[in-house]
């Protein structure tokens, strides 16, 4: 629900304002959720060791804020995907559905080039990414396992033992962390669209 509330929101507003502000705000939103979904998936991939985004420490795999050269392949990926996949929808399938079925055409009468929205999707997804690295290394609950001393996310039990708290705020969670992220993604993406216009 965290990766899509932000875009809901959006969506909703749709419904009352048919603006192309609005659509750019729900993608960048749904931009900044794949790109840090791809940068997590292709990261693991990654033979380098991640690195801490704040300090640059060295961290083992899957820690929150932990980033490689191969996840920040994987956060353009994903943010360029849905960015591609955003402008051959509204700006070439969009126009050719029957008028039955949508009762606005958002990009009829714009100025708007199509390079300039797919940046501002592509920019918000990939800066929303970051941010939720910097919020997963600064302020994300971590806590420690008593077994293993692994640091996890995980806020009871690790090893089937209980885990105790090691840093960050206690009631800022992953979900937490994405959902302030896609909003930040939503933001800078529309800045950009602002001044890219």
């Known amino acids: 629900m965290a990766n899509g509330l932000v875009a809901t929101i959006f969506a909703v507003l749709g419904v009352f304002s048919h603006s192309l502000f609005v659509i750019v705000g729900m993608l ?22 991640p690195r801490l985004i704040t300090d640059w420490s060295e961290v083992a795999a899957g820690t929150s804020g932990g980033v490689t050269p191969l996840g ?28 039955a079925l949508f009762s ?9 080039k199509p390079w300039s929205y797919a940046f501002s999707v592509l920019i918000g997804g990939f800066c ?25 996310e995980k806020r009871k039990v690790h090893c089937n033992k209980p ?3 090691y ?17 930040a993604g939503s933001a800078v993406g529309l800045l950009s669209f602002l001044l890219l216009r």
């Open 72 to 99: 920040f392949f994987g956060a353009f990926l994903g943010a360029a995907i849905m960015a591609l996949t955003s402008v051959i929808l509204v700006f070439f399938i969009w126009p050719r559905l029957p008028n």
């Open 163 to 165: 885990v105790r708290f």
């Open 128 to 152: 929303g990414s970051i941010f939720d690295s910097v919020l997963g290394a600064t302020v994300q609950a971590k806590y420690k396992c008593v077994s293993c001393s692994a640091l996890t």
């Open 28 to 49: 960048a939103a749904l931009s900044a959720a794949s790109a840090d979904t791809t940068a997590t998936e292709i990261g693991l991939l990654s033979n380098s060791k």
């Open 167 to 183: 840093s960050g705020v206690r009631w800022i969670d992953n979900d937490f962390v994405n959902l302030i992220s896609c909003f």
């Open 104 to 112: 606005f055409d958002p990009v009829k009468g714009s100025v708007t």
